[in-house]
């Protein structure tokens, strides 16, 4: 199946830092989605991006699906924008629809 | 409020109990689907439906059941035969007819005692 590498695995910012979060994949995808896992548990959608670039305040996405990547950028962060960030894709081999997971980029942000 | 929910938020299951984890969505999404997280892991698929009365297994089915009776709940067995059931369960639902953005429940933290 289709493999997801999110890098670097822990990252510690100072706030007011920028900081870029990759996320690699093995094989061509329909959908890649960049998630937002707070201290409580809950994740939270940030973007629904198979190709292209979106943003959303301070946070933006640029998916190379040629290149099989895609690259979340956090501007100004703040100590709220930390917890576990998700990529997650879905193939287009074999014909079902799920996500797959990679395993987070930690962010830790300091006052 | 759309959104999903799931309970209990905290389950204590004993050796050899089966338990079921509850899952309900008002967001008229066709697929939903549950995740199982482990500490410092990402999240592997157990099961998901993408239409009432189908579903099908993810990567890790073993020692779990499901139902989807109705297009609003997915509840989740968690069965004597699974051996190392203590982790964090996440429920979420999509509309997958145009690949939409997925959702998240609030979780259910499982621990046997």
């Known amino acids: 199946g289709i493999q997801v590498e999110q890098s670097p695995p822990d990252l510690i910012l100072q706030e007011g830092a920028n900081s870029t979060l990759r996320c690699n994949f093995s094989?061509?995808?329909?959908?890649l989605q960049w998630f937002h896992q707070n201290p409580w548990g809950q994740l939270i959608n940030l973007f629904y991006?198979?190709?292209g670039t979106k943003q959303n305040g301070r946070l933006s996405a640029t998916t190379v699906a040629t290149e099989r990547y895609s690259l979340l950028y956090i501007s100004s962060s703040q100590t709220t924008d930390s917890g576990v960030y998700f990529c997650a894709v879905e193939g287009t081999q074999g014909g079902s629809e799920k996500l797959v997971f990679g395993k987070g980029t930690k962010l830790t942000v300091n006052p | 409020d759309g959104g999903i929910t799931q309970s209990p938020k905290y389950l204590f299951r004993k050796e050899g109990q089966n338990v079921t984890l509850s899952c309900e969505q008002n967001?008229?999404?066709?697929?939903m689907y549950w995740y199982r997280q482990d500490p410092g892991q990402g999240l592997r698929l157990i099961y998901y439906s993408q239409i009432v009365n189908d579903f099908q297994k993810g990567d890790i089915a073993e020692g779990y059941s499901v139902s989807r009776e109705k297009k609003e709940s997915f509840p989740l067995t968690v069965t004597s035969a699974q051996k190392n059931p203590t982790a964090f369960y996440l429920c979420?639902?999509?509309?997958?007819?145009?690949?939409?953005?997925?959702?998240f429940g609030q979780g259910t933290r499982l621990t046997v005692v």
């Open positions: 967001l008229n999404h066709d697929a």
């Open positions: 979420a639902s999509s509309n997958q007819g145009v690949r939409e953005k997925a959702f």
């Open positions: 991006i198979p190709s």
């Open positions: 094989d061509s995808v329909n959908n």
